[in-house]
Structures are given as C-alpha cells and as structure tokens.
C-alpha cells in the first residue's frame, strides 16, 4: 500500500491501543498484513522503465509530501490521551519496512542496476502478491476510512 495509508492506520493504531512497545509492533506488523491485501501500482516491471514513467515519479512524490505533512500535522493535532510521540512512531513504524523499498530504488537509480534482494526484502515481495492499477481503488477506501477515524473519532 502507499505510505499515506500506512500512516494513517499507524495513527489509528497508536490511538487505540496506547501502550508504546505495543503500538510499534502492532504497527510494524500492520504494514505486512495490509501488503497482503491487493493494492495499487504500475504494471511495468521493468525498474528502469519504471522510475522514469512521469507518472509513477508524480505519483510517488504525492504520496511522499502527503506522507510528511500526516507524520508532522497527525500527531499534533489529533486531541488524545497519547502522546504525540506515541503517535508518531506508530505512523513511522507502519511505513518503515518501505523504507528498505526506497533505499533500493535510490540505489538502483545511481547505480542503474538491479540489485539482488536481501531476506526481508524477498519475504516483503512475496506478500505483496497482487499489486495492481485496479488495487486504486482499495488504496482510495482505505485512505478515506481510515482518514475518517482519526477525523470524526472522539480518541479523548
């Protein structure tokens, strides 16, 4: 799924839960099971021919400013018994197995070569069995619902 989602539901998940350790793991673990659902992404499996599709760039940078501003505004703005910190590593722990996805497209694109997979990233790969341009659709319900959460929820 997009960092967006995963943010928004690390928040959901910080916000209900509480306990910090907890939030982290669950979150963490989070991530994977929401990979497993089917969810969006270019058809073209070529990397290369990927990374320089103007879309796919313009998508990413999207999702990577929305992704910011929720890490930043989320955490200070949702009126909660739970810390802003507790929220914040929540987000942060949900996106976080991404973040060995975008060290590779980084390196990737200054080596320009396919790099071999290390563990988590074959595992990662694997349950993120069916990513499609149809998945769109499941991203945009999750985006919304989960936005509504934290919106028009009382987390006091």
């Known amino acids: 799924m ?3 989602n995963h943010a928004l539901t690390g928040a ?5 839960v509480k306990q910090p350790i907890l939030v982290i793991a669950l979150a963490f ?4 099971a929401m990979d497993a659902i089917p969810h969006f992404w270019f058809k073209e499996k070529d ?10 760039q313009a998508y990413l940078a999207i999702d990577l400013v929305l992704t910011a501003i929720f890490l930043i505004t989320i955490p200070l703005l949702i009126a909660s018994d739970v ?12 996106i976080s197995p991404d973040l060995a996805w975008g060290w590779r497209f980084f390196n990737e694109l200054r080596e320009k070569t396919e790099r071999k ?12 069995w069916m ?3 149809a998945g769109g659709l499941v991203e945009a319900v999750w985006f919304f619902v ?6 028009f929820k009382d987390w006091s």
């Open 117 to 128: 997979k290390n563990r988590l990233s074959e595992l990662h790969a694997k349950i993120q």
């Open 12 to 16: 959901v998940i910080a916000l209900s």
């Open 47 to 56: 990397v290369f021919k990927r990374n320089k599709m103007k879309k796919f």
């Open 29 to 32: 673990a989070a991530h994977f």
């Open 146 to 151: 989960f936005l509504g959460l934290l919106i």
């Open 131 to 133: 990513e499609v341009p």
């Open 83 to 94: 810390s802003a910190w507790v929220v914040f590593f929540g987000m942060f722990a949900c």
């Open 2 to 4: 997009i960092a967006t």
